[in-house]
């Protein structure tokens, strides 16, 4: 089945810093990647979603200049949390959708992110 | 708004018990219906969809049923495997434009003894 692929597995950072976290589609070009954060015990809970070539589009409450998305190709999308405080310390999952299959999308493995 | 709830775990049994795993969902329309599996150190996997009212879905033994009436897709297996340890999440997509977002349950642990 299709692969999705997230870098690094697991970031521990100071506070203050910024982390860049990625996800590449390995074996089909993904027009629409999903980024998600779960929390302990919570669900996933959608962030954005952005498209290849234009900006992504925020979820209500998630601050767009706090977590920076671009989709510059078919298969990589990129999130970046700037100025990173330990509230931002959580599991950040990232899914792709093949383009011609509408509904169904394939994730990665997840990003453990702590913030010292 | 939409939601989706599914029982807390963990649910712990032995091999070849039989499984069943609430979710209950509200969302306006006709939403369309999955079951995820993560198994540790992997991604979120398609286990099985159901996209309307009475189709079921199934998968590696697992099925669920899409009740309207119940606004319900319980997922059921007849005889677990310690192989189907894993977390199980509950989803539903609802979208106009091709948009289709996921609207996940909390997750339900799944720890099979043999």
């Known amino acids: 089945g299709a692969v999705v692929s997230q870098h690094p597995s697991r970031v521990i950072c100071k506070s203050g810093t910024s982390v860049k976290i990625e996800c590449r589609s390995l074996?089909?070009?993904?027009?629409?990647m999903f980024w998600y954060r779960q929390f302990p015990k919570k669900s996933l809970m959608l962030m954005a979603t952005?498209?290849?070539?234009?900006?992504?589009?925020?979820e209500q409450g998630v601050e767009k200049d706090k977590f920076l998305i671009n989709h510059a190709s078919l298969t990589l999308s990129t999130l970046t949390v700037t100025s990173a405080h330990p509230e931002d310390s959580s599991f950040y999952i990232c899914s792709a959708r093949d383009g011609g299959r509408k509904e169904t999308q394939y994730f990665g493995p997840g990003t453990r992110l702590l913030v010292l | 708004g939409n939601s989706v709830t599914q029982m807390e775990g963990p649910v712990t049994l032995s091999e070849e018990a039989f499984l069943t795993i609430n979710c209950t969902y509200t969302a306006t329309g006709y939403p369309s219906l999955f079951w995820y599996v993560q198994y540790p150190g992997e991604g979120l996997q398609l286990l099985l969809k159901?996209?309307?009212?009475?189709d079921k879905g199934s998968n590696k033994g697992f099925e669920a049923t899409y009740r309207k009436e119940t606004t319900s897709f319980h997922l059921e297996k007849g005889s677990v495997q310690v192989s189907d340890s894993a977390v199980y999440f509950c989803a539903l997509t609802q979208g106009t434009s091709g948009t289709y977002k996921y609207i996940f349950g909390t997750g339900t642990r799944l720890k099979v003894l043999a």
């Open positions: 074996d089909f070009q993904a027009t629409t």
């Open positions: 952005s498209n290849e070539g234009s900006k992504a589009t925020y």
């Open positions: 159901a996209t309307k009212a009475d």
